[in-house]
């Protein structure tokens, strides 16, 4: 079928809807056009790209206050998307794009052509660069005409839907770009999460929001190792889900897909990877166990779903080279990944990452100080257990492995609080261990926080995310151990570990502070001991000692804590 015929049976279907619906008096402004659009946008995939397979899917109908537009379109065989199409009420007024503007940046953001459309009139969203086009298939003012079909044709329509349907190819893209864009679909994710997350279920607007706040609010509890929402607000629920979910299908690009692999084997290595059941050891537990739960719990219409679908095909379309793929910079990731979705979020942590200089220094220095001190011994032998209680990207657990000179039968273990370096560590591990699969250490390494009392006294709930990492973190430290090394989190301001869940650790940093009869409140050494680097250190000290063994302690520590005074 030609391009007018195809125009002219859309318009003759239009106008019998608009009618009919007009003369019910029940018009459902956005429902009433979707055949019409539907078939004239698959007619028009087939007629300017008759020698590929174009899907136009029809998306699900938004979800309360979170939706996207009703058809995704793109190519089946490089999973390449050429846009979406938002169909919205007819009418006879002028369209006015000053609603959707928030709309239209966050598609262009994404990379994605977006049109917005009544029927008649279209407009265009094509790039970050360039406005919106309004664009009339036929003039709004023939709309009382008895025939729509035998109007004139606006010439400028057939040149900008062919534009909309170019054939995509894969896009080359370095590390820092993919990062850069798999943060924007984090924080959209966040955002939409923390919408719903902040509504009690008694306000949903209909059944079909009720059941995803219900949803969420299991995911919340199977997440936390606490229900306290003083502990856990819905800000900070949104903001780890949403980084678990596309840090989960980042790692899975990653590390599982070769560069010679199509679109279309990427996408099913990855959602092989989030579908399939978990093996024992496996990588990145805490983040499986979450996307194991919504392939049990949640169909493919829940809007996180519809994000974790999106960012799938977008990874599924990027190409990568051996090169990035082998030897990238994982500190640059990080400080990229924060800076484009909290950049917050590095400061309240005090997350500041440690040069691949000073990490191999001190992993030599270490080795050469235990073979000075302890005749024969070796931070590698048989048996030891080496800890680095917030591992970051993985930096120092790097380093132990790369300056092992023989083949040790180690434990490594690295701890880290922060979804987005807790996966760049994972990757950085995968990457090295395709490099030598014939090394005996065993590593592992856990999301969670260090300094919980869980992690000294074992009592978490096994039935939550948090609370199985609490419990492996507990088992581990409490092992005795021969090194703990690494670069902790340095920051003035941090107050987070107060509460009862820190109980432990306060009551250990007594041994820090003054006799209570000098003690000052603007004291600097009182400042100090409110650092979390000052914590970690007195972590370290508490798991060594406990260690029925001779320990090393080997960390980093800010120039003031040699300059401080009482």
């Not at 299908?249 to 399939?276: G, M, N, Q, S, W």
């Not at 032998?381 to 120092?396: A, Y």
Request: charged fraction near 25%; include cysteine.
């Amino acid at each position: 079928m030609s391009y007018n015929a195809i125009m002219k049976t859309y318009l003759k279907a239009l106008q019998n809807q608009y009618k009919n619906a007009m003369n019910s008096g029940q018009y459902t402004a956005e429902l009433s056009y979707r055949m019409p659009l539907d078939a004239m946008e698959k007619a028009l995939a087939k007629e300017f790209n008759p020698n590929e397979e174009i899907d136009v899917i029809l998306e699900p109908t938004t979800q309360g206050r979170v939706g996207r537009p009703d058809w995704r379109i793109h190519n089946k065989q490089t999973m390449g998307i050429y846009g979406y199409i938002e169909g919205k009420g007819l009418s006879e007024e002028e369209f006015d794009t000053k609603p959707y503007a928030t709309q239209i940046e966050k598609y262009l953001t994404l990379g994605h052509k977006l049109i917005i459309t009544d029927g008649l009139e279209f407009v265009f969203c094509m790039s970050k660069d360039s406005e919106p086009a309004v664009i009339s298939v036929i003039e709004k003012e023939k709309m009382h005409t008895k025939d729509w079909s035998a109007q004139t044709l606006n010439p400028r329509f057939e040149v900008y839907m062919r534009e909309f349907f170019k054939n995509p190819s894969a896009q080359q893209m370095n590390e820092s770009k993919l990062v850069e864009l798999v943060a924007v679909r984090t924080r959209m994710l966040a955002d939409d999460i923390l919408e719903l997350a902040n509504i009690p279920v008694e306000e949903a607007m209909n059944d079909n929001e009720r059941e995803v706040i219900i949803l969420l609010q299991q995911m919340r509890k199977l997440v936390y190792n606490h229900n306290d929402s003083k502990l856990r607000t819905a800000d900070v629920f949104a903001d780890f889900t949403a980084q678990v979910i596309m840090f989960c299908l980042l790692y899975a690009h990653r590390v599982l897909c070769l560069p010679e692999d199509t679109p279309t084997e990427k996408e099913r290595k990855i959602i092989a990877y989030i579908k399939e059941d978990l093996s024992e050891g496996e990588a990145l537990t805490p983040f499986r166990n979450l996307m194991l739960y919504l392939r049990d719990h949640s169909d493919k219409n829940f809007f996180i779903n519809q994000r974790i679908d999106e960012c799938i095909k977008f990874l599924s379309f990027i190409k990568m080279t051996d090169q990035q793929l082998v030897n990238p910079d994982y500190h640059q990731l990080f400080e990229l990944f924060l800076s484009k979705y909290d950049a917050k979020s590095r400061f309240d942590f005090g997350a500041y990452y440690t040069p691949k200089a000073l990490a191999d220094f001190v992993v030599k220095l270490t080795n050469y100080v235990v073979s000075k001190n302890f005749s024969g011994k070796s931070i590698y032998d048989d048996g030891n257990t080496i800890i680095d209680p917030c591992c970051g990207t993985g930096s120092f657990m790097e380093e132990v492995i790369n300056h092992d000179p023989g083949n040790g039968a180690y434990t490594l273990c690295g701890i880290e609080i922060l979804p987005a370096p807790y996966m760049l560590a994972n990757y950085r591990m995968a990457v090295l261990k395709k490099q030598d699969e014939t090394k005996r250490n065993s590593v592992h390494i856990l999301l969670a926080n260090t300094l919980s009392n869980s992690v000294f006294n074992g009592d978490a709930n096994k039935d939550s995310i948090e609370g199985r990492e609490l419990l492996e973190a507990s088992r581990i430290s409490n092992m005795p151990l021969k090194l703990v090394i690494g670069n902790p989190p340095c920051s003035d301001t941090i107050r987070d570990n107060t509460d009862k869940d820190f109980s432990i650790i306060n009551h250990l940093m007594e041994d820090f502070r003054p006799p209570k009869e000098l003690r000052r409140g603007r004291q600097n050494i009182q400042k100090q001991i409110n650092n979390p680097f000052m914590q970690f250190l007195r972590w370290s000290c508490k798991k060594l000692l406990d260690s029925p063994n001779h320990s090393v302690l080997s960390l980093v520590v800010p120039l003031s804590f040699f300059s401080s005074k009482q």
